[in-house]
């Protein structure tokens, strides 16, 4: 494929990166509506389906973040064209980790001794860690390609 071809292709993938970060959203919203309910029973069944349907969505994020950022074909294409596609998928990943994170919060108080999970904190801190990078890394790139392009055309 030339690198024409793949811009145009890079169209689906920017539809499946809108799609990923909607699933994620709506199964955040899901997770708080169970969340402010009290319905966390890791027993029960709908619990086991819940976490297989998170895994789906996590790789369905993940996976076509890493396949547009390392393949050998799509390096091809300049990284300021794909970047903003591949920063979507990062961040519906890290949306779908926040679902994870109320469900452990839910279960470890559910839970008599609570020493089964990580305290609270430690979720939150690592979800602001790994937030707080995707936007640091998010804005550096920007910027190294705005100035980039200011030094190609004076």
């Known amino acids: ?9 890079l169209e689906k993938w920017k539809c499946a ?4 970060l909607g699933a994620s959203c709506a199964m955040l919203l899901a997770a708080l509506a169970d969340f ?3 319905n966390q029973r890791p027993e029960t069944p709908q619990y086991l389906i819940w976490l ?3 895994v789906v969505i996590e790789g369905l994020a993940v996976l076509p973040a890493v396949y547009l950022t390392l393949t050998r074909d799509w390096r091809k294409v300049p990284a300021f064209i794909r970047c903003n596609t591949i920063f979507v998928f990062l961040a519906a990943a890290w949306v779908a ?10 279960v470890m108080m559910s839970e008599p001794d609570g ?3 990580p ?8 979800l602001l860690v790994v937030g707080s990078i995707l936007v640091v890394l998010f804005f550096r790139f920007r910027r190294e390609n705005v100035t980039g392009s200011e030094s190609l055309f004076p």
Do not use: C
């Open 119 to 126: 305290r609270f904190s430690d979720v939150v801190l690592f």
């Open 115 to 117: 020493t089964v999970f």
């Open 36 to 38: 402010i309910q009290g």
């Open 52 to 54: 297989g349907v998170w």
């Open 97 to 106: 980790m926040i679902p994870l994170g109320l469900k452990i919060q839910a």
């Open 17 to 20: 990166a809108y799609f990923s």
């Open 1 to 9: 494929m030339n690198i024409e071809q793949m811009e145009q292709h």
